[in-house]
């Protein structure tokens, strides 16, 4: 299982977040690590900031091994995605305050459960994705064709 990696928004811009860092400085463990990578074999890039999206709330699309969702696909929402999640028991439009979840409309970019993305496929409706900033782990789920037809940025 992976474990938690960073992605170049994460690093540059909230390394306070990352357990291994300390003082102002990053320790061996954490500049040893290889940054994630996204579907593309690139260096896995911010999926937003506003709202803040992720596992980890970092903004990316990262996972590691207490994320049994997968939370790794970088999708901008449509309504008719957000009918479908909200329609298989998850509802990505109400907001949750005490999970740090601020409920999403229309447009909004979000880190989306890799199997559920591939349910909104199969059934026609999945939203569009930013294949830079879905992480690598999304292929165990769904195959690159599929990204690649709804993809943002291809």
């Excluded at 003082?23 to 896995?44: C, K, P, Q, W």
């Excluded at 970092?58 to 329609?87: K, Q, S, W, Y």
């Excluded at 496929?121 to 599929?146: D, F, N, Q, R, W």
């Amino acid at each position: 299982m992976p474990r938690r990696g960073r992605c170049a928004a994460t690093v540059r811009s909230h390394p306070p977040r990352d357990p291994d860092y300390h003082v102002g400085m990053a320790s061996d463990a954490a500049r040893d690590r290889v940054a994630d990578r996204n579907v593309l074999g690139g260096a896995l890039e911010a999926c937003s900031m506003a709202p803040r999206t992720g596992f980890f709330r970092d903004g990316c699309c990262n996972t590691g091994p207490d994320d049994h969702g997968l939370h790794v696909v970088c999708a901008r929402m449509t309504r008719d995605f957000l009918r479908f999640a909200r329609e298989q028991g998850n509802d990505l439009v109400t907001p949750a305050p005490r999970y740090g979840f601020p409920g999403l409309s229309p447009g909004d970019r979000w880190c989306v459960c890799a199997a559920t993305w591939r349910q909104a496929y199969e059934a026609g409706v999945a939203p569009p994705v930013v294949l830079a900033a879905t992480h690598e782990e999304t292929l165990a789920v769904i195959p690159l064709s599929a990204l690649k037809e709804l993809a943002i940025d291809a």
